[in-house]
């Protein structure tokens, strides 16, 4: 018994928690990704549902949600590191100054690889709608907003910026690719249950058998992406955001110009160009899209 009792007053030690953190920082970081996030999710839930009734609940708290892995990231990273490890972080959040290539890349190259996903799908092309008025003003404004609070600013300080490297520490590329995919993957569970992924009252539980398998590996797939990109540009977790806001504006921006259900009503669009970019970088990489800190950033 004194035994049981002394470890027991071990673990409930002051500080204690501190040092269970270091000791195991990627597990708290997504233990606090998911909990912040899942949380968070409950009300645009119960809104999608009829439960509560103010619309502005959904918006707000579907922002406020996506913050969980860069409010974990910062929490871990603060008792882990103190303060250089949060001003590291910061530091890699603001590295722009990368390559011009990678610029075109995100920007360009992107893009026009969704397009291409898109228009080679079947029925896509006859049912273009043509571009609406001041399309390139309306889109270039739902850049911003998206890159602020559509997702990418709340998500990749915490994906790239503190998962990714430490599981690139642990285990080879597509080992710590398919740990991050799988988990970047399941913390949007809670997006099933609303429109965001085609989920509500009407649906039921239906997108969980119908749109998450492709998902899944749609998501696998970027995971590589961002994992050669990150990697090629010494760890920039600026370009990670404007990668992830570059997905998820043009989506936005182009899909409504396609819509057939083919396009509209899965992740097809993208999951072919995806995966084909990720085994093209998988093939020419050998599987290791290494990372050297002293690598040039123009490289």
């Known amino acids: 018994m004194n035994i049981s009792a002394e470890s027991d007053h071990a673990v409930l030690k002051p500080g204690n928690w501190r040092q269970t ?14 909990t912040i996030s899942w949380i968070l999710s409950i009300p645009a839930i119960l809104f999608e549902w009829g439960i509560l009734t103010n619309a502005a609940l959904f918006y707000i708290f579907f922002t406020v949600k996506s913050f969980g892995p860069f409010l974990a990231a910062l929490i871990v990273t603060y008792v882990t590191g103190g303060k250089p490890g949060v001003l590291e972080l910061r530091r890699r959040i603001r590295m722009w100054r990368t390559g011009w290539q990678w610029y075109a890349f995100v920007l360009l190259g ?6 291409l996903g898109i228009i080679i799908l079947p029925g896509a092309l006859a049912s273009y709608r043509g571009l609406p008025p001041f399309f390139l003003a309306s889109s270039f404004t739902s850049f911003v907003l998206i890159f602020f609070s559509g997702g990418p600013l709340g998500e990749e300080p915490g994906w790239r910026g503190f998962a990714l490297p430490r599981l690139l520490q642990r285990y080879d590329a597509l080992r710590a690719n398919l740990i991050l995919g799988v988990l970047w993957t399941f ?3 809670p997006d099933f249950l609303t429109s965001a992924q085609g989920g509500g009252p009407q649906a039921g539980l239906s997108p969980f058998y119908t749109r998450l398998p492709i998902f899944f590996l749609m998501v696998l ?3 590589f992406i961002f994992t050669w990109v990150f990697n090629r540009t010494s760890g920039s977790v600026f370009i990670a955001l404007l990668l992830h806001t570059t997905i998820n504006a043009f989506a936005g921006a182009a899909l409504p110009l396609f819509p057939a259900p083919i396009v509209t009503d899965t992740d097809l669009p993208f999951l072919i160009p995806m995966v084909a970019l990720a085994f093209l970088i998988f093939l020419f990489t050998r599987g290791k899209p290494g990372y050297s800190s002293n690598q040039d950033q123009d490289s």
Request: charge should be positive.
């Open 221 to 223: 797939a970027l995971t």
């Open 21 to 34: 953190m270091r000791q195991h920082p990627l597990f708290f970081f997504f233990l606090l990704a998911y």
């Open 110 to 115: 992107m893009p026009a690889l969704m397009l």
């Open 187 to 189: 913390w949007h569970l």
